[in-house]
DNA sequence: TTGCGGCCTCAACCGCCGGTCGAGGGTTGA
DNA sequence: TCAACCCTCGACCGGCGGTTGAGGCCGCAA
């Protein structure tokens, strides 16, 4: 059984199997005195494993979230990524995997914000009043820091927060696009779309300029 | 010119694009006094690389020698490079956010224009109609070729040059905002500003995103 | 029933990748 | 003159993908 997918992939050992396991990508049986018993399912699951990893350099990671689209019953995949697995969870429940986990799960307290941004209290209650930093409960995010520092240096050029509404609404405009089109869920679309309306807005705001 | 890539893809960081250079995966030029200068098509080039890591999970090793390939010309690997950087003009196509680099010059005629864009006559004509691309005479510039771009790949997700006239709109607005801060005359002061409202642009996207 | 080669577990360790950090120092512009 | 960048170079780091080894049970055959 080992020898068969030895035959096929040179460097699958033992220890990778054992590796494998623990890291929940197979679950052999096991035999009454506690021996691994390789289905032909676990093979081929152990197939697609070792294939993707030396064929499309995936991340066990990735891996393993293909293998559970695939349990929950969406396509198999030939040679692709499975489709997002969007799939309608269950309403209500709150869904523990909290994947596409970001950096920017950063969480700063109101004055660690403030120092972060180097802005003064005033500057940065007329950001919140403006709706331009938004709290998340009572903490504030990374991207609140970028924000605040973008309008910081507005304001050295005399814009106030005031002036700079048009950007939020712009940007709620197309968030609502982009959730319109990749769907509420945060993932690679959902990033795709952003990086795309990002750079669309920049090549616009200079053509703009320009004439 | 930093900043302009940190628009898009927040953890690009000086010391990454150092490490970057050091494995020989972009070699901007440099300055008399030795610092780094990207160029369009460098930013470009790392474009390219950053995606490929975020989207496809690619090891920078594999990345590199897609570079490599797609510098001698060729079109590398199955399931390899999408959307590659290889310009199918002389002149290399400018394709990145850099506020500095005077693109503006580049005079194209309508048929230039979307060949280099890579998009079908119906498009850019409801581009045009959204005014999402403006002729100046009977010339476009390079940013023309940006929003096409955009556009295009906006596209391939279902949405229409309709859909995307509330970026023109926001554009509109924030060049205003420049030009009444900043006059007029195109300077450096300009760019700044420009570059700055880009910077605010994709910070609260990223923002309201993660709600 | 002893021996020997497998398999088991669990924890420690390892090498590589993809960067980050910090010391020490030059450059730029207000 | 000073702050705020940028530079290099070497040390360091965390995570990933396993490997190794100690200590022990299983099974077979001499």
Do not use: C, W
């Not at 199997?17 to 049986?29: C, S, Y």
């Not at 700063?108 to 940065?124: D, P, S, Y």
């Not at 409960?137 to 609140?144: E, I, L, V």
């Amino acid at each position: 059984m080992l020898q068969v997918l030895q035959a096929e992939f040179a460097d699958v050992t033992i220890s990778k199997l054992r590796f494998l396991e623990a890291e929940g990508l197979v679950t052999p049986a096991r035999t009454a005195s506690g021996y691994r018993k390789f289905s032909a399912a676990d093979i081929e699951r152990l197939r697609y494993v070792l294939t993707a990893q030396r064929d499309q350099y995936l991340p066990l990671k990735v891996i393993k979230e293909h293998l559970g689209a695939m349990d929950r019953g969406l396509r198999p995949t030939p040679g692709g990524p499975p489709a997002a697995p969007v799939a309608a969870e269950p309403a209500g429940l709150p869904v523990a995997e909290d994947f596409g986990a970001d950096r920017t799960e950063l969480k700063l307290t109101r004055e660690e914000l403030r120092v972060a941004a180097g802005i003064t209290a005033e500057l940065l209650e007329q950001l919140e009043s403006h709706q331009l930093v938004v709290a998340r409960g009572n903490h504030y995010d990374g991207d609140a820091i970028l924000v605040a520092k973008a309008a910081a240096e507005f304001g050295r050029y005399g814009v106030e927060p005031r002036h700079l509404r048009p950007f939020r609404t712009a940007a709620d405009r197309e968030v609502g696009l982009i959730e319109q089109v990749a769907g509420p869920r945060r993932d690679d679309k959902t990033q795709e779309l952003a990086a795309l309306a990002v750079r669309l807005h920049a090549a616009l705001v200079r053509s703009r300029l320009s004439r």
